[in-house]
Structure formats: C-alpha cells, structure tokens
C-alpha cells in the first residue's frame, strides 16, 4: 500500500503557537496535498505542490516537500482554535498510468487551546 | 458555485441489505472519486468515474459499485452490507480526471450497519 503516515498521530499546542506535521510516502509522486477534516465531515483541500515544487505558501500555511526523503512537512503559524481539525497528506502515484487515485495518509489530529 | 453534495447524509442499514448513496459534483467538474474513511483503514479509495466510464478501482469486493451519469452525477451502490461497512462515505469531484487536480469533496454520507 502507499499509504502514507502522519506525525505526530496528534498533537495539542495553545492558540498563537505553530503546528508542524510531518508525512512520509512510499512511491515515486506527481504531487502532494494537505487537506483538513473538522470532526467527522468532508475534507478541505488545503495546498497542493508539485513533485518539483520544494516550499509552497498559503496564507498562514507553509507546505515543504522532499522528494528525496519521500516527506513532506505542513506548518500551521499564530494558531488559532478554529484550526482545531485532523489534517491529512494525499499523494498520487507517479508510477500508475491514469486517473485521480490519491492516497491518504493516516492523519493528524491537531487540537489548539484556546 | 455550490459545492459537491452527498445525500442521504445519514443512513441506517442491517447486514444482507443494500445501499445506493449518491453525489452531486460541482457543476461543470467531470470527475467523481469515492472514499471509505473508518477509523481503522483511515481514507480508502473506491473508484473514481470521469465522463461515465469507470478509471480507477481500489481494492474492494465486488459488492461495492458506482456508476456515473451524463450530467456527471455519480451514485455508489454496495450490496449485502457487512458489519464493516459501516463508515463514511466521501465523494470528491475535480474538474478533470488527472495527477494535479484538486479534488474537493462533500460533506459525507455516514453509514451504520447494524
């Protein structure tokens, strides 16, 4: 499986601080997204870069991607407790011929203090 | 543009009955991807479908299906439902059917089998 996992499997930090979480994959990728999942709902996509793509921003988001180390790191800065969610990698599969299979990762649960 | 929609969203079933939940993609998006997220298997890919034809299959029985219609509705059908198919269901769509689309999913249809 190219599952990919999480770290840490959750973390707790108070509201203001940064949240760093990591993903490693198996196989060769195309790309990488992070997505957030509040509480049992639907995903939102947060970020995607590109396999020759090394730092990517969004807003309050820094996103790095190794492609050497197949890791991938999702920074959160100045927390707020609306931030509270699990957070999830995706990767495609550079070596499958077609189509949208992502594979998630095992997610991580990031909870911030008000 | 109103975001891809997933209906029931919440649904009772006994073990041997069958189930058909249905999505609603983003119009104008052409491809249509499920996922089953349990707590133990995390998110699994089912199937994705992209202009009516099957593209992608993950790894279940036979007895989980999808089918797609010309205005890029999907349903998903599982047949003699098992205790460990309760989970919820995720559909996601994406405007094309490719490595770099972003897929943006619905809100979940979660399934009890009792």
């Known amino acids: 499986s190219q599952q990919g996992e999480e770290d840490p499997q959750a973390l707790s930090i108070q509201e203001g601080e940064n949240a760093t979480m990591n993903c490693s994959y198996k196989?060769?990728?195309?790309?990488l997204q992070w997505y957030r999942q509040n509480s049992g709902r639907g995903l939102v996509h947060l970020i995607l870069?590109?396999?020759?793509?090394r730092e990517k921003h969004s807003g309050r988001l820094r996103v790095t991607l190794d492609t050497s180390k197949k890791s991938s790191s999702l920074l959160i800065t100045a927390s707020r407790a609306a931030d509270t969610a699990s957070y999830f990698c995706?990767?495609?599969?550079?070596?499958?011929?077609?189509?949208?299979?992502?594979?998630f990762g095992t997610g991580t649960s990031l909870t911030v203090i008000p | 543009k109103a975001g891809v929609t997933q209906t029931p969203r919440y649904l009772i079933k006994t073990r041997g009955q069958q189930v058909t939940l249905s999505c609603s993609p983003i119009?104008?998006?052409?491809?249509v991807s499920w996922y089953q997220q349990t707590p133990g298997q995390g998110l699994q890919f089912l199937f994705e479908?992209?202009?009516?034809?099957?593209?992608n299959k993950g790894n279940f029985p036979g007895r989980f299906s999808g089918r797609q219609f010309s205005n890029s509705r999907s349903e998903m059908n599982v047949s003699t439902l098992e205790l460990g198919d309760s989970a919820l269901y995720l559909c996601?769509?994406?405007?094309?059917?490719?490595?770099?689309?972003?897929?943006?999913f619905g809100p979940g249809t979660r399934l009890l089998v009792l």
């Open positions: 995706a990767t495609d599969n550079a070596l499958s011929n077609t189509g949208n299979q992502f594979y």
């Open positions: 196989t060769s990728i195309n790309n």
């Open positions: 870069i590109r396999s020759n793509e």
């Open positions: 119009s104008g998006h052409r491809s």
């Open positions: 479908y992209f202009s009516e034809t099957q593209r």
């Open positions: 996601a769509s994406s405007l094309n059917s490719g490595r770099l689309e972003t897929q943006y």
